[in-house]
C-alpha cells in the first residue's frame, strides 16, 4: 500500500520531527510512504471571515494539486467521522481489498481544509472533538497508521 500525508505548515520543532522519522521508519516495513508539506498562507491576528475562507482557498488549491484522482483521499476534519483503531485497520485492509492501494491523508492548516478539499475526500475523520496543534497532528496520524498495520497483521501493540 502507498500512504502519503499531505500537510499544510512546515513544521519545525525538533520533538515532531524525530518522532516522524521514526514513525516513518517504523512504517517503511508495511507501505510506501511519502509526506508533503504545503506552504500554509499568513494569517492576520484578526483576520475576518471572508480573509480566513480565502486563505482555506489558496490552502486548499495547493493541496488539490497534489492529489491523485485514482487516490482515496481521508481529509482530517473535527467535524468528521471518529473510528477506533481497530476500526481505521479494517478501513485501510478493505481499502486494500478493493484495489484502493493508493491512500492519501490530509491534515489542514490552523484555519482547518477548504471546502473543496473536504467535498473531495471520499472520509473526513476526527481523531477527537478536542482540537490539536496541525503539526502534532502529524506525528499522532502516523502512529495511528502504524498501529492500523500492526492490528491488520496480528502483531502485538500496546492498548
Known sequence: ?????????????KYLLQGIKE?????SSYCKLNIF???DEPTPDKA??????????????RVMAKLKQDSFV?????QGQ?????QVAAKLDNLAVTGKSQVIFI?????????????????????????????????????QVYRAFRISRGEPYHK
Open 37 to 39: 508539506e504545503i506552504s
Open 48 to 61: 475576518s471571515e471572508a480573509e480566513m475562507e480565502q486563505i482555506k482557498r489558496r490552502e486548499g488549491e
Open 107 to 143: 491534515i489542514g492548516g490552523s484555519l482547518g481544509l477548504s471546502d473543496q478539499v473536504l467535498e473531495r475526500a471520499q472520509l473526513r475523520l476526527s481523531f477527537s472533538p478536542m482540537t490539536f496543534p496541525h503539526q502534532l497532528m502529524r506525528l499522532i496520524l502516523l502512529e
Open 82 to 86: 471518529m473510528l477506533t483503531s481497530e
Open 1 to 13: 500500500m502507498k500512504v502519503t500525508v499531505i500537510a499544510v505548515g512546515k513544521l519545525k520543532e
Open 23 to 27: 514513525y516513518s521508519k517504523r512504517l
Open 74 to 78: 481521508i481529509a482530517l476534519d473535527v
